[in-house]
């Protein structure tokens, strides 16, 4: 169970039922009372948490102006093999030595960027087969349509920083009549995890990066952007890989942490104050 403080009140914890979480909201006690803690909690849940649960939607939480996406594993359902991919570019045994310096992902694109160029040429066509491939089985992510509907409806903005090519960005919004403004690609450098698109971003809307979240499936390219830029962060983690104890240690942690898409909006509510 992991709490995340929502004010000196009132707590969220976060529990791991198999493959589901599940938010649970827990207020403080008086110690002092004599009445037992068991039915103290069940004659004031009405009242107390009530009252609790009201006092943090307003002005103690922080406001929150604009969503930045991720695309691909985030928007998207997965459809590229990104381990497939780096083992194609690196080859076998380059790739087990980097991974396993670097727990939170291979930054593919950072490894092959001091390459010469007929080599980089080279990487960069076998990445674009595989993202080719993965456009091919291009799938709208359960949740995101209505995750963004919900969002206009309180007209948050909402961004998009991925490293995949523009005409990919393209093809996701023409397809799924969904639109992000900014929406940058690996065209725009630099790339994530760098903080510099999700900054240029902040500075299009002119929103400090702490009136912004960046919701995104990897610690290495999306968290890492988010907490380099000053913004919140939330990671979505579908089949609980991040628990793993090898990820216990990275730089990065996100400020929250989702299993899927449906769960963002009502996690926002809880924690922020949603107003454009």
């Not at 000196?8 to 979480?21: D, E, G, I, L, M």
Request: some cysteine; aromatic content about 8%; overall charge neutral.
């Amino acid at each position: 169970m992991q709490f995340q403080q929502l004010s000196t009140a009132t707590s969220v914890a976060t529990v791991t039922h198999h493959h589901h979480q599940t938010l649970l909201f827990t207020t403080a006690t008086n110690s002092s009372s004599s009445m037992p803690l068991f039915f103290s909690s069940i004659v004031s849940r009405t009242a107390s948490t009530r009252s609790l649960l009201m006092s943090t939607s307003h002005s103690a939480k922080t406001r929150l102006r604009g969503v930045v996406f991720d695309m691909d594993g985030t928007l998207t359902v997965p459809a590229i093999d990104f381990a497939a991919m780096y083992r194609a570019v690196l080859g076998e045994h380059e790739y087990n030595r980097i991974k396993a310096q670097n727990p939170s992902g291979i930054d593919i694109l950072h490894e092959i960027e001091n390459w010469t160029p007929q080599k980089q040429r080279k990487a960069f066509e076998t990445i674009a087969d595989y993202e080719r491939q993965g456009l091919d089985r291009l799938q709208i992510m359960p949740g995101a349509a209505e995750l963004c509907d919900r969002l206009d409806s309180k007209k948050i903005r909402r961004g998009l920083i991925t490293r995949n090519v523009k005409s990919a960005v393209d093809l996701f919004q023409e397809r799924f009549g969904i639109t992000f403004s900014p929406a940058l690609s690996r065209e725009f450098r630099p790339y994530k995890p760098d903080p510099g698109p999700l900054l240029h971003i902040c500075s299009v809307w002119d929103v400090p990066p702490n009136e912004v979240i960046m919701v995104g499936d990897s610690l290495k390219d999306d968290v890492a952007c988010g907490k380099r830029a000053g913004a919140h962060t939330c990671l979505l983690d579908q089949t609980g890989r991040y628990d793993s104890p090898e990820y216990a240690n990275v730089e990065h942690k996100p400020d929250l942490k989702v299993t899927s898409l449906a769960e963002v909006y009502s996690i926002l509510e809880v924690n922020f104050d949603l107003s454009p």
